[in-house]
């Protein structure tokens, strides 16, 4: 009787503890697929005299696969959207041969950017988030920017989201340019608007 209820209470502790694993996310690791869309892209500057745009009307599509990582764990993986500078349109096409040799995309014609999978994850459990660290590589030069975002769509498995990065073209080692003899100065504030489209559904875990 002794034993039968040693093994008992032992068998309980087993148990007891394989709950308090996957409560605390050390055995559980749901995982997420799905697709994210870089969508609705606009560029905006201005110069002392007036503002000009340019637009990426195409949509990049990337599919993901995101994992709930147990406490303590980093992932390093991560989401990137190449934008090809030359499919890019400008509000006033004249300066389109400007916005190309300032961006040096005859060397470098894409612009990039990236976010980590960690990040999208966090947009999809929380619902509530306001900023979202990326980074964005423009003439071979990366920089880390945190974007404030703004959730305008919230489904079950659909999120959309947009976002307003403000950037400086001095942080690439770009001298804003002037024309007619210094009396037009572009700024060096730069804002780079998007839209992401996160599709996902909860997958079974291995």
Known sequence: MRRSGYIGKVLFQVILLVFLLNSSGWAKNARYSGVC???????????????????????????????VLPAGSNSLDSLSFFI????????????????????????YPEIKIT??????????????????????TIAGMTNDYVSPIEVVNNEENQLVVRGRTRIQLTDYNISPPRRFLGMIRVKDEVFINFEIKLITQKANSP
């Open 37 to 67: 869309q870089l969508a609705k892209v606009r560029i905006d500057g201005s110069t002392n005299v007036n503002q000009f745009h340019f637009y990426y009307r195409h949509v990049l599509t990337e599919g993901f696969s995101l994992a």
């Open 115 to 136: 976010i980590s999978d960690a990040e999208l994850l966090h947009i999809f459990t929380s619902r509530d988030v306001k900023n979202i660290p990326l980074n964005i």
């Open 84 to 107: 090809p500078i030359e499919h890019i349109d400008a509000s006033n096409p004249a300066m389109f041969d400007d916005f190309k040799e300032l961006l040096k995309a005859s060397k």
